[in-house]
Every structure is written in structure tokens, then in C-alpha cells.
């Protein structure tokens, strides 16, 4: 891409100031960075996937407020991990973790296990125990 044709589009990020760094040829056929407010379709993307993302969200409190699952799902979704990425930080299996999905085993859970849910999501384990959805 020339260096003039890097797109310039309003973006998230030129909202706030923010440029990202892109590679262009200049004039003489060199390469060189140029800064970019954005691109249309790279921001489209980035929307819609801030809107899945929130979606997610929202649908766990909910299942939260009804009492198909624990806490610990809220705060995943919330905090944009996965079964794998919580695995990690718990050090726990992923099996077990899904067991925690549970409420009534989430209930039962002791406060060590508590304590590596709460750190990993970054609350307290009071926050954690008594996140109800609201």
C-alpha cells in the first residue's frame, strides 16, 4: 500500500487521540510507517465484537439472576476468558472449574478455592459469594 492511500477513517480509536502504526511504501518505493486514524471495516469488526462480547455478558448475569449458574461464569465473560485462560490462573482443571459452574456445588466450594476464583477475577471472595445478577 502507497503511502497516501493508508486509510484514514474515523475510528474508536481517533476518538480518543489514538494512532495506529501502519507500513506503507513511500514515493522513492521505500518502506515506511504512517499513522492511521483507522480503517472502516477493521472498526466494523471491532463493534461488532464489543457487542458480542457484551451480549455474553449480559446473558451470564441473567443466568446468574435465575440460578442456572454461578457467579464464576459472570466474572469470566466478564473478564473476557475462557475455560483454558481461568485454568491457568486457578490451577485447577477444566473440568472441575465446569463442575464450579454449578450453584450448588459453588455453594459447597471452600474458602482456598474461593480465594483462587476471587484473585483470579480480581474481587473479593465477598463480592464473589454474593453476586446474585444484579
Not at 23 to 47: C, F, R
Not at 106 to 125: E, H, M, P, Q
Request: charged share 30%; glycine share 4%; aromatic share 10%.
Amino acid at each position: 500500500m502507497k503511502q497516501e492511500e493508508v486509510p484514514q477513517d474515523k475510528s474508536n480509536l481517533s476518538t480518543k487521540n489514538v494512532r495506529e502504526l501502519c507500513y506503507a511504501i513511500d514515493k522513492d518505493g521505500n518502506y515506511t510507517t504512517v499513522l492511521s486514524q483507522g480503517w472502516e471495516p477493521k472498526t466494523i469488526a471491532l463493534n461488532n465484537s464489543i457487542q458480542e462480547i457484551e451480549e455474553r455478558i449480559e446473558r451470564a448475569r441473567t443466568e446468574v439472576k435465575e440460578g442456572k449458574v454461578s457467579p464464576i461464569v459472570y466474572y469470566m465473560e466478564l473478564h473476557k476468558m475462557d475455560l483454558i485462560v481461568l485454568s491457568d490462573y486457578v490451577g485447577m482443571w477444566q473440568w472441575r472449574i465446569k463442575r464450579h459452574f454449578k450453584p450448588s456445588i459453588f455453594a459447597k466450594l471452600s474458602g482456598t478455592v474461593l480465594k483462587k476464583y476471587a484473585d483470579a477475577f480480581d474481587v473479593t471472595v465477598s463480592q464473589l459469594t454474593n453476586y446474585k445478577g444484579d
